[in-house]
Every structure is written in structure tokens, then in C-alpha cells.
DNA sequence: CGGTCGTTTGAAGTGGTTCAAGCCTTGTGG
DNA sequence: CCACAAGGCTTGAACCACTTCAAACGACCG
């Protein structure tokens, strides 16, 4: 539970990082962070990231995963995309019929962007104001990425897109090793955001496993070949084997 | 070519109602809308809107059709949007190997909203750059609806979905008459728009004409009962007929 | 250890694609 | 005013990608 002293300084660290990746952010301004002033909002797993006034309000991500997700009608779900350490998202009051809401996916950390910017001083309070503008169009144009993915792949190349999209942001927070990255994510996180029965997802996974292009399973990814899942996922190649040898599973660890 | 004043004023009133929509404007800010003073940019049916320079630029649009779109490495497309008299779009430079461009589908106007603000004066000018964030906003969120239209949503439904939403965007600006509206798309456009075949995008307009829900022919929509594809567009309604009496037509006008 | 949630697999069904051909509409030139 | 061409629309038949249903297995948690 208590995390410690070191563990909150390198979750700031990669938020930062996060942060400054669309764009430069002035030294001075990242100390300013650095220094937080402002309370840091926490949220256990499943629960709904909302304000409790009635307008929108932006915030920073420090750690964890979230989501935005919309629940249809009919009780399916829709994910809209995945929020990462550093990731600016906005979080919109509930029950208003919204198109979309927040929802934590593990224990997260997050910071309201407005308190934050109340209190930084003026030279700083402009450069933090554009970085958090940055990083929020930034996350409203991979919206275009979503679009493509779902009108317009494969299922495996869908599986393979998002995984390589999760590993370039996870790895640009310094969240990625040699021996691959953490992915608090069920197969029906997958199907939800890939538009996907789960047991597709699953069958997808496991023909990206056999191609020897990434192993993804219980909440870890490994033996991530970046290159060989971007070649997989832009051409169709319709000719790699997917059923393949049924029984054995050689990449299994 | 040369249109007439009367309907010069008539686009110019309907895209300052699609302004109006989302929230106030106010008269004093309309007025001076109403008198222009920049110059009205046009362009051709299938010519991309792009700036000459690096930076993308917002535009309002006064008349005519444009969609937001990708092409694909492999010669598809994906149609992100579709852009009506009185939207807010953003246009980007292309070769940027950017995520999306502005085409227009008919001869287009519009306004550089950059420069149109530039000339306002000071009272006006925040609430018309209030109003021209708020549509671009709209636009946004819009984004939302087509990732779920894509990923849990069947064809016949991802139809009637897209026609519920022109239809009551061009009916916001008065392009909607008793007797139907214009719909300047092929079935191509329909079938980019939502990952479709165009030959299953004919067979599900056929589906929705034999239910008598609307018949969209050759750029016109008529007979559009807008309940009626509500309801079948929201619940699955798998029970309706859609292969049916094959060789008559009783909707075709 | 027993329960629960997630993962894995099989078998059968269906929604959507692809290919291929014919038709309709609209625009153009004689 | 008619003939022809071109692009869009329509339909059929065959195929395949993905879904659904059902059941077993595995991991984690008290």
C-alpha cells in the first residue's frame, strides 16, 4: 500500500518524461513539477475517475492504468483508449448520458491540471499550461489511429497495432525492460477496445505467439519483436499459419 | 457558377445557425458575422483543403460537403468524418504522412477562421472564437460515436446510424425538407465511412428501404422515418426482413 | 482446497467479403 | 435529340473471418 519514498520519485520522473515527450518543456517548469504542491487524487482499480461538479476537468496521469470507455445499452462496452503515466485525460461527470468516461484500471495517481496550474508561478504556469494542452490533443489524435484500426484491419492486426501503440507509449515512460512490459489488461480489455469477441482476441494472441512476435499473457508481454509486429500489422500477410502445430506451444515461459 | 445573392445569404444564415447550435452567440457577434469581410475560400469537389504553410489552420465552413480522411498504405480508405455547412474542421498540410486530410466531396466554401478573427473587433471577437471552439469541440467529441458505430455496431445499424446523424446535422441548418435532403455520397463514401464493402453497404440500404425506413438514392434520402431508425438502429431487431420480396422495390420512387 | 475469474480450445453458425456480371443514370458529343 | 461511354448501383454465388455456445483448464485468493 504505502509506496515508498523512491517509487513516488521515479513514478513523477516518467510522468514528467511523459509529459515533455510531445514537445520541449523548460527545465525550470519541470522542477516546478517536481515540487507539487497540490493534493495527488488517488483511485482504486474500477473506479470511475468524475468530478463532482458538473463541468469536465483535466487531469495529469502519475501512475497506474485508466481508461475511457462508454457502456452501451445493451451492457457491452466500447474503450475508447488506454491512459498511461503522463497522459493528460479529461474526466467528465457521470450518468450525464456523456459519450465516454473515465475508469481506473488499477490503483491510480493523478493530478487535477487546474489546481496544479493555480499554483505554479507565472513564468512556469504558461510552459506547464501548453506541455498539458500538448499532451491532450495528443491523446485526442490517436483517436484517428482507433478509427483506422477498427474500420479498416485484420483481428490479429488490430491485436498486433494496439500492442505495438501500448509498447511505444509504455516505452517512452521508461515502463518497457529487455525482458518486456507489464499490461494490467484482460483479454476482454482487448476485445472491448478492438471491437472483438474475447475469444478472438485469445486466438489472435496465440497466432502472434506462434509467429514468435510477442507472448502476452497474465498481465505481462514478452518477447516483444517491434519490427516483425509492424511489418504483421501493416501488410495483411494472409499467409503466416495460425492454426499451426495445435498441441505444443514452444514460446511459452 | 455564380450563385445568387439570395443564396449567398442563405448558406451564410445556415452556417451561422450550425454555429448558434451548441450554445449562444451573441447577436451583436452574428451581425458581424453576417458581414464577412476576409475573403471566402473555394474549392473544387475532390480537392484537399491544405494550407500552403507548416501549420495546420481551422476553418469554417460556409457551403458543400468535405470529409475528414486517410489513405491507407495499400490504397484504402478510411473516412473519419464528414463536414457540413456550419462545422469547424481543422486542415493540415498533407505529405506529412499525417493522420488525416480535408477533401472536399462538392464545391466547398469556407472561411480561415485565424484570419476572420483577426478582423473582428474586440467585443465580437472572443465570442465568436468562444463559438468557433465550441463547434470544433462538437466535432471531437463526434469521434466518439463513430468508434462505437465501428466496433459494436452491424452493418444495417452502422447505416442507419450514419444517416440519423446527417440527417439531424443537416436538419440543425435547414438542409432538411419534408420530402428528404440531398446527400451528396456515393455508396463508396458510405462504405469508407464505416469499414464496410460497398457491396454490403448496398444490400443494407436495401434492408432499410424495404422496412421503409429511409431510401437513399442517387444523392437524395427520402422517405426517412426518423423513430424508425432509431429504434432499429439502437436494439439489434434481428427479426426484420432483409432479403424479402427480391424483385420489387415498392419505396423506389 | 474450493471458488472465482481469466484463459484456452472445439464445433457450428452467420455476417460480411470477394468476384463477377448486368443494369441504371448521368454526362458528352454527334 | 439520340448514341455512347463512364461511373455508380444492384444482384448472385462462393468463400472466409469472426461470433456464439459450451466446456475444460489454469492461476490466484481467501
Known amino acids: 500500500m504505502t509506496q515508498s519514498a523512491v517509487e ?143 474500420g479498416r484491419r485484420s483481428a490479429v492486426q488490430r491485436v498486433a497495432d494496439l500492442l505495438l501503440e501500448l509498447h511505444d507509449r509504455l516505452s517512452d515512460v521508461g515502463l518497457v525492460s529487455d525482458d518486456g512490459f507489464r499490461l494490467p489488461l484482460t483479454q476482454e480489455h482487448f476485445a472491448d477496445a478492438l471491437g472483438l469477441s474475447v475469444v478472438h482476441v485469445n486466438r489472435s494472441l496465440r497466432t502472434l505467439r506462434l509467429n514468435k512476435l510477442v507472448n502476452f499473457r497474465f498481465g505481462r508481454a514478452s518477447g516483444f519483436d517491434r519490427a516483425g509486429l509492424i511489418t504483421f500489422s501493416q501488410s495483411s500477410l494472409e499467409s503466416l499459419p495460425r492454426t499451426a502445430f495445435a498441441g505444443g506451444d514452444p514460446a511459452a515461459a
Open 8 to 150: 513516488r520519485a521515479s513514478a513523477l520522473e516518467r510522468a514528467i518524461v511523459g509529459l515533455r515527450r510531445s514537445g520541449g518543456l523548460e527545465a525550470a517548469a519541470a522542477e516546478a513539477l517536481r515540487a507539487i504542491s497540490g493534493p495527488i487524487e488517488r483511485y482504486p482499480a474500477a473506479r470511475a475517475v468524475s468530478p463532482v461538479a458538473g463541468e469536465p476537468r483535466t487531469k495529469w496521469m502519475l501512475s497506474g492504468w485508466a481508461c475511457e470507455m462508454r457502456v452501451l445499452p445493451d451492457g457491452r462496452r466500447q474503450i475508447y483508449s488506454f491512459a498511461l503515466p503522463g497522459d493528460v485525460v479529461l474526466s467528465r461527470p457521470v450518468n450525464v448520458s456523456g459519450p465516454c468516461s473515465l475508469v481506473a484500471l488499477t490503483p491510480i495517481e493523478c493530478v487535477d491540471v487546474a489546481h496544479l496550474l493555480s499554483r505554479a508561478r507565472k513564468p512556469d504556469r504558461d510552459e506547464i499550461s501548453k506541455a498539458m494542452n500538448r499532451a491532450l490533443h495528443e491523446m485526442q489524435e490517436r483517436r484517428y489511429e482507433a478509427i483506422v484500426r477498427l
